[in-house]
């Protein structure tokens, strides 16, 4: 039922969200891969997952999958600062796109994170065993509180963990694919992948992953202007 509803949602969300995707050639067939992009709000999310010619699983918000958080969450990250209204109308806004948000989770088996939690654990456990069953994974990993420019803010770099665990548990190595959205040029860039090294002390090797998918997708968004 997922992917049934996962391949439904995707044309209606492209009438709205419609972007054009270059380099194709460097989306895999199949996984294991993560796909890490920049965000822009709501925008990036859901012009990628309408886009991408293949099954996606994204690391989302946890609030955005639990009915009873999402109302508020949506409210705080997207209603009131993306769509500009104030309470109480946001309020109702917010409960109202929850109903459908949830119910969008659902359907794109998307992957709760819960940062800086125990719960993060859960996060782990279930993105190691779509990466097993050779699955493709998308995170949009931007910290709010560190702008790196006027369009992007620095990358956290926790999702590095995610090749560390992967390869403890499997002895395969794990891709990092950069992708660049830009919303005025309608347009989703895909870079070459970025392979993590278990050979290295992994405090570098997160660092360097991070560092390198940033300015990558930094002058991949810069060339699409």
């Known amino acids: ?13 492209s009438l709205f969200w419609h972007c054009h995707v270059l380099d194709k050639k460097n989306i895999p067939l199949q ?4 796909f890490v992009s920049n965000h822009l709000g709501s925008y990036a999310p859901i ?20 009915s009873k958080l999402c109302p508020e969450y949506l409210r705080k990250d997207f209603v009131e600062p993306e769509l500009h209204l104030k309470p109480p ?11 459908a948000c949830v119910t969008v989770m659902k359907a794109l088996q998307a992957i709760p994170v819960h940062k800086k939690s125990m719960k993060m654990a859960a996060t ?6 779509l990466l097993k069953q050779n699955k493709l994974l998308i995170i949009f990993p931007e910290n709010n ?20 665990i992967y390869y403890e548990k499997t002895r395969r190595l794990l891709s990092f694919i950069p ?10 860039k ?16 997160r660092e360097r992953i991070k560092t390198a998918l940033q300015n990558r997708i930094l002058e991949m968004y810069s060339s699409l202007r």
């Open 1 to 13: 039922m997922g992917d049934h509803l996962y391949k439904m949602l995707q044309p209606v969300f």
């Open 31 to 34: 996984g294991p891969a993560v």
């Open 47 to 66: 012009a990628v997952l309408s886009a991408f010619p293949i099954r996606l699983y994204p690391w989302v918000e946890y609030q955005v999958t639990d």
């Open 89 to 99: 109308l946001s309020q109702l806004m917010a409960w109202l796109i929850s109903k």
């Open 124 to 129: 782990w456990k279930r993105s190691i065993a």
């Open 145 to 164: 509180l560190i702008p790196l420019n006027d369009v992007m803010n620095e990358l956290d770099d926790g999702f590095v963990g995610l090749a560390s």
């Open 179 to 188: 992708v660049a959205v830009h919303k005025t040029a309608k347009a989703i």
């Open 190 to 205: 895909i870079g070459l992948p970025i392979s993590y090294d278990p050979e290295k002390e992994f405090s570098t090797e």
